[in-house]
């Protein structure tokens, strides 16, 4: 309560700092796409569940792991996450063909649980997991985001 009374809310997009997905310059294409492209981009969130890039947030630090005593969104009886985007798809008339998501195979992607038709972004390297994040970050940056029309 005390970040929402002294108004220390930021944007989504720019509480969260600092991962590569979390650049200057992707924030700047996402903000661009989101105006010039009508680009809705959704967060898989360790506190919120699914927010929008410009919803306001808190400060936390809260992951979705399965070691958590309270690991709600990744619960095979809990399915809010998905059930929040399959709603938030029909609130936006988005059809399947049109998500497209960028999560590396972790609990984030767990808790997403995607649908089949749904367009899977990350990028691998063989074993490279750190190399895994920076490739698919820069595929954002240098092929998907600039193509949006």
Known sequence: MEQINNKFLLPAVERYSGGIFYSN??????????????????????????????DSIIDYQLEIRDNYPFNFWSEEK???????????????????????????PTNYKS?????????????????GRNANTYKSADYLKTEFLPKLK
Not at 35 to 54: D, K, P, Q
Not at 111 to 127: R, T
């Open 111 to 127: 808790a997403l649980k995607p649908h089949e038709a749904w367009h899977d972004l990350w990028q691998m390297v063989p074993n």
């Open 25 to 54: 310059e992707l924030k700047k294409l996402y903000k661009q796409k989101n105006e010039e492209s009508n680009l809705h981009i959704l967060i898989v969130s360790g506190l919120y569940g699914i927010i929008e890039f410009t």
């Open 78 to 104: 809990n399915r809010s996450i998905n059930e929040a985007v399959v709603k938030y798809m029909a609130d936006n008339k988005i059809g399947n063909d049109l998500v497209f998501y960028s999560l590396s």
